[in-house]
Each structure stands twice: as structure tokens, then as C-alpha cells.
């Protein structure tokens, strides 16, 4: 049996898999702290919790203890800080913190520079957010020994190890994506040195033998191989099988990605599209990446007190002449924009505006953003037939049925597709524990469910409007 083990924003998830089907699966949830405006954080001994919650209840499963590896997936752009006896010195900075603005343009004027790291530095990711606690943080940034990201802090709580693999390290702005080796000029940017980075390898590589100590906690066997993994964006298209050239998938989580896979790094630094490492040893992929994702939904059930599933059935018979359009961007915007400052909203609420017609307007604006993700990939020559789908918002027959619409290709949805990066943990720890072959990874998923695209002149006019309507608003939007 393979464990593989996924360090959301959301949730801790973890699932076991004996090669054929999932055996159990079972989450722990997490919480973002936002000490100031732009802020993100969270604390990393929370992912820990998480995995001994997740484990616990998966310890249940019969055969626990004959789990044979352990696969690591985790959120990417994130920064945990270690001091000299591995200490986190502060709490880790997430992909979605946007208070390195000014650090990101002065990375972003360095010649050469975007196209080798794979997309033009912005806030989120963790080369100007080092640089960013150089300027705020001095006394703490001179401290730091070691940066990692999520999965590789937890798997090194499991192995003692300071590893990642090609794809993670792709998403920090310090990989060279070519050379697949760590960049010189852009460490020296962030004040880093390469000594303060883990050691590279592929995501099928054995990260290292879990300890006697996390054995103990887990309730496994010491010695278990654990798997490097990757970024859950790759490791979350390795589980539904997305590695050959052009094999395209949609992540619907807390972020979204528009992910194609590639044989070769091809960067396209002018339309945002992110030329980054796979998971899979050898392959690249090119992926449109927002950072709102499927989130609105939640946040709008929030504000109104109801469920997701509960807003989604009112949206289901919402009143289309009062639905108004939405921006997504709560939290600013990568792909297409590169706008830190953009921010969510609604324009055209009537007094016939429901909670229904609201939460439909969320959805339309979901398709829409994909839509400009699929715009920008097909600039860099990227063309996706029928994308896969995967993440919490996969779930939802509205939302897929939205996107087929407003992208004109069919959208496929997985057996599988609420399982996301735990499966291809699951996954990447057969391989790399040699119980299976590398070339099953390519497996095609079974599918659940196909929606194909239904002609509507309603969403060519209304996709207008919401473009027309960020260009409009951009200059409003911006914070002093």
C-alpha cells in the first residue's frame, strides 16, 4: 500500500492506495492567518497536526502498518524560514501574500532572467518575498539557513532530510528550468546563497527513510521509503495521468491552474504562462495559474451563511436577467494580469439579485478566468482538445458545465477527481519505491463524467464585459 500525503492552504488530505483503488482517504483542515493587509501566513507546525490527524484516522484502514512508501505533495510559492538547528523562525509565507510588490518589479528588471525561471517574478512566489524579509525583516533574514516550501518542511519531519525535487523548486523563482539546476543571480537577488537551498532531484527520487520517531507517530514502520513527490499543481496532474505532450487539466481548488503538459521548457515570459518542471522525471509543463481558483464560491457562502452546495442549487435556477457580473480577484491576480492589487467585486446587482443569481455570477466568473488562462496559453501555441478536471470545485456539474460552455471544448471529469495530489503522491511513491513502472503513470483516469460545449451567445457578451470590466476598474482598484 502507497500513502501519499497532500499540504493544501484548505486541509491536510491524505489517502492510502494499494496500486489499483483507493483504500481511504481523509483530511485535517487548515487555517490562514492575515496579521496585515496582503498578508498570508501560516504556521508550520499546523501542517504537522494535519498529518498526524490525517494519519490517525487512516490508521483505521486494515494493513496500516504494511504501508510500503509515502508520496508528498504540497502547496507551492510558500517560504519557511529555518535557523541554524532547523527551527522555523518565523511562520511560513504563502503563495498568495502579496506584500513583496516593490521586490518583485526591481527581480522582474534583471535581463534574462524571466525567461529562464520560467515566468516574470511576481508577489507571490518566494525569490522577492526572501528579498522582501531582507528589507523588513533584516535580523531575522541574516538568521535563516535553510528556506524550504510545505511538503518538503513536513517530509523532512518525516525523514530529517533537507530535499525537494525539480517541480517545487520550479515554483520559487530560483531554478534555472533548463539547466534543472539552482540559479545564481536569482539567489543573490533574494540575499540567498546555494548552500541555504535543499538538495535537487526528480519527483520519483527517494527523499529518505522515515524516521523511527515519525514512525512511531504515524504508527508505521521505521525505514518506510519516502518520495520526494512535487508541487501539488504537477503531482495533481500525475495522478490523472497528465504527462505525454498536450494532455491538458483544470485545477479547482483554493487557486486555479490551467495546466498543459510539455516535452521541453518553452517559456513564454510576456503572457504570464508559467514554463516550469514536472513532477514526472524529464518533462516540463506550461500552465496558466490564478490565484482565486474555486475560492470565491466558498467566500461568498460564507458571507451569505450557506453552504456551497446549497448556493449552487439557487444558482442552478437563477434568474438570468439579474445576474450580474463578478471579478474573482480577491486576493489579487496572477495569470493574465500580474496584478497584485486587483480586487474582487460585483457590478449590474438589481433588486432582483439573489443569493442564487449572485453565486451564479461567482461561477460565470470562475469559466471566465479560465477563459482568459486558455487565451494566454494559446498565444504561447498551447492548445488543450478536453481538459481534465480536478479539486473541490470539480465536484460541481454547474461549474464544469459553465467552463465547457465558455472555453467551447468538452471538459472531462475524473472517477477520481476529488482526490487531486494525494492520488499522484500516492502515485510518485509506487514509482519511486520501484513497485511500479514509471510509464503507469501515464495511465489514462477513469472518466465519471464528460460535459460538452452548449452554443450561448450569453457568455460571449458577458466574458466582454467582465475583460472590459477589470481594464476599467484596474486604476480604481489600486491600493496607496
Not at 491524505?14 to 496500486?19: C, K
Request: glycine share 12%; with cysteine; proline share 8%.
Amino acid at each position: 500500500m502507497f500513502l501519499g500525503l497532500d499540504i493544501g492552504t484548505s486541509a491536510v488530505k491524505g489517502l492510502v492506495w494499494d496500486g489499483a483503488r483507493v483504500l481511504g482517504a481523509a483530511s485535517a483542515p487548515l487555517k490562514v492567518q492575515v496579521p496585515v493587509p496582503g498578508a498570508s501566513e501560516q504556521d508550520p507546525e499546523a501542517w504537522w497536526r494535519g498529518i498526524l490527524a490525517v494519519c490517525a484516522e487512516l490508521s483505521a484502514q486494515p494493513g496500516w502498518a504494511e504501508v510500503s512508501a509515502i508520496g508528498l505533495s504540497g502547496q507551492m510559492h510558500g517560504a519557511v524560514c529555518l535557523g541554524p538547528d532547523g527551527a522555523v523562525l518565523r511562520p511560513a509565507i504563502l503563495w498568495n501574500d502579496n506584500r513583496a510588490v516593490r521586490e518583485a518589479a526591481e527581480m522582474a528588471a534583471l535581463p534574462g532572467l524571466a525567461a529562464r525561471v520560467g515566468v516574470p517574478p511576481m508577489p507571490g512566489f518566494p525569490a522577492p518575498k526572501l528579498a522582501w524579509l531582507a528589507r523588513t525583516e533584516p535580523e531575522l533574514h541574516a538568521a535563516t539557513t535553510m528556506v524550504m516550501q510545505a511538503k518538503d518542511w513536513v517530509g523532512m519531519r518525516l525523514h530529517g532530510r533537507a530535499v525537494t525535487e525539480y517541480s517545487e523548486a520550479a515554483g520559487t523563482l530560483w531554478l534555472d528550468q533548463a539547466a534543472r539546476d539552482w540559479d545564481r543571480e536569482a539567489l543573490a537577488f533574494s540575499g540567498l546563497e546555494r548552500a541555504q537551498m535543499p538538495a535537487l532531484g526528480a519527483g520519483t527520487d527517494l527523499a529518505g527513510p522515515l524516521s523511527a520517531a515519525a514512525a512511531a507517530a504515524l504508527g508505521l514502520k521505521p525505514g518506510v521509503p519516502v518520495i520526494r513527490g512535487g508541487g501539488d499543481a504537477m503531482v495533481g496532474a500525475a495522478g490523472i495521468g497528465v504527462v505525454a505532450p498536450g494532455q491538458a487539466m483544470i485545477s479547482l481548488g483554493t487557486s486555479g491552474q490551467y495546466l498543459v503538459a510539455s516535452e521541453a521548457h518553452r517559456p513564454n515570459p510576456a503572457g504570464l504562462v508559467h514554463s516550469f518542471a514536472h513532477c514526472v522525471p524529464g518533462a516540463y509543463i506550461q500552465m496558466a495559474a490564478m490565484l482565486n481558483g474555486a475560492a470565491p464560491m466558498a467566500w461568498l457562502a460564507g458571507v451569505l451563511g450557506r453552504s456551497v452546495p446549497d448556493l449552487l442549487a439557487a444558482a442552478e435556477t437563477a434568474d438570468p436577467a439579474h445576474v450580474p457580473l463578478f471579478l474573482p480577484y480577491l486576493t489579487g491576480e496572477r495569470t493574465p494580469h500580474g496584478d497584485p492589487e486587483a480586487r474582487a467585486g460585483f457590478e449590474g446587482l438589481s433588486h432582483g439579485s439573489g443569493p442564487g443569481e449572485m453565486m451564479r455570477a461567482v461561477v460565470d466568473a470562475i469559466a471566465y478566468s479560465f477563459a482568459d488562462a486558455q487565451a494566454v496559453l494559446g498565444e504561447a501555441g498551447v492548445r488543450a482538445a478536453s481538459p481534465l478536471a480536478i479539486g473541490g470545485g470539480a465536484r460541481s456539474d454547474l461549474v464544469l458545465q459553465t467552463l465547457a460552455d465558455v472555453l467551447e471544448v468538452p471538459v472531462q471529469r475524473p472517477a477520481s477527481a476529488d482526490l487531486g495530489p494525494a492520488l499522484g503522491a500516492a502515485k510518485l511513491a509506487a514509482v519511486g519505491s520501484g513497485a511500479m513502472p514509471a510509464a503507469r503513470l501515464a495511465d489514462p483516469p477513469e472518466i465519471g463524467a464528460v460535459f460538452h460545449p452548449r452554443p450561448s451567445a450569453r457568455h460571449g457578451a458577458r466574458l466582454a464585459r467582465y475583460r472590459a470590466l477589470y481594464s476599467e476598474l484596474r486604476g480604481v482598484c489600486a491600493r496607496p
